[in-house]
């Protein structure tokens, strides 16, 4: 878990750099590194991402400890995957994935966005879906996780909509892009902290304090109290 809280340290200063330096953007001579940034932050909120998607199918019977452990390795090889096509696509082909030209549409960029955004919201609908059938015992009893995966469907759903729109050469498409790409990077790490990460530090905090307690009993600390 510790692992994983640092994860999410290193892609908080990731995204940060991020929202800072958008005019490399727009700077000429400054492509290569915005597409390594650009490249860098998605794959790693990707990580986080898909990990949660792993341990939200890992069910209601293991501990969060257990089923992070468990999907780490299967998370990575998902995202690293992910992170070789998109490097094909940006310095193989040299198709630019995250430098938006609203005047000449990609064909081939919005494809594979409408892709990525559709198997995103392919696997959240299908986990809904779980939570209104009889397999609802299968994912974890709490609230949050459900209204995690309703916010996140309707933003995959949103950015599948703005991609195949852009590709279509629509205007109103690229605003709505734009729209779900600042909301993601802006408030996507809030929500998977308060979602998962909060309750389970209070957890590991409440742990510890009966841990300092027992040891502290058995050093006779409270004995007084029982004279």
Partial sequence: MISYYGCLW?????????????????????????????????????????????????????SGLEALTRTFVVSGIIVGLDLFLKAIYLFGFGVPLFIDEPEHPHQVKWGLWVAHKLVLTAIYGLIMFMYHSRWRERLPARPAFYKYVAIMFTLNALALLACGLTGNGADFGFWLYSATLVCYHAFYLPLLYVTFLADFFQEEDLHLDNVYYSEMKDAGFFDADWE
């Fill in 10 to 62: 290193l892609v908080s200063l990731l995204n940060l750099a991020w929202c800072s330096l958008q005019a490399l953007e727009c700077t000429s001579g400054k492509e290569m590194a915005w597409n390594i940034l650009s490249l860098s932050t998605t794959t790693g909120m990707l990580f986080l991402e898909v990990s949660l998607l792993a341990f939200l199918f890992q069910g209601n019977y293991a």
